[in-house]
């Protein structure tokens, strides 16, 4: 594993590859979270994750760490940055399986709504190399591929949850 820079909520908002996108989720804030929350969860959705492996004990908060495994053997060591339920969390990379990823962090926004809540969600990240090259050259690509992700996370909460 290679260390990643120990990068702060304000690096979501100021990365120069940062992905931001927007979706109605037919779910509670609150039953988001709990999605959030269940390491089974997050490869049905973000169908890059193979694993989520939780290394802290619940309930989790500001600095609890897990590990995500990705496809290709990519794996990341995580630390929470924020954590508020029902409204917002965040998190960092505090290592990862390539040196090519020098930062990596992601924020989950979440407001109510009539028909559940409105889920904004922000990945940023800096890379050296190889890496920076490719997300200059696939910057639409990804974007289009995160806004999939959204969408399957919104039909796994209708599966789940009848708002």
């Known amino acids: 594993m290679y260390p990643c820079e120990p990068v702060d ?31 089974d969860a997050w490869p049905r959705w973000a169908k890059v994750i193979t694993k989520v ?10 600095g609890t760490t897990r590990t995500v495994h990705m496809l290709g053997g990519l794996r990341g060591d995580e630390v929470f940055l924020a954590w508020e339920p029902g409204r917002h969390m965040a998190f960092r990379f505090t290592a990862c399986s390539t040196p090519f990823v020098t930062a990596f962090a992601e924020s989950y926004d979440v407001v109510p ?3 559940g809540c409105r889920l904004t969600w922000t990945v940023a990240l800096k890379g050296k190399g190889p890496t920076t090259v490719s997300l ?17 996370l919104s039909a796994l909460a209708s599966e789940r949850y009848a708002v």
């Open 53 to 62: 492996v939780w290394t802290s004990e619940p309930p989790y908060g500001l």
């Open 136 to 152: 200059a050259v696939l910057r639409p690509v990804l974007n289009v591929g995160f806004r999939r992700f959204l969408r399957d």
């Open 9 to 39: 909520v304000a690096f979501i908002d100021s990365a120069r590859f940062r992905f931001s996108n927007t979706v109605d989720i037919p779910a509670s804030p609150e039953q988001l979270f709990e999605l959030f929350e269940e390491a």
């Open 113 to 115: 709504t009539t028909g």
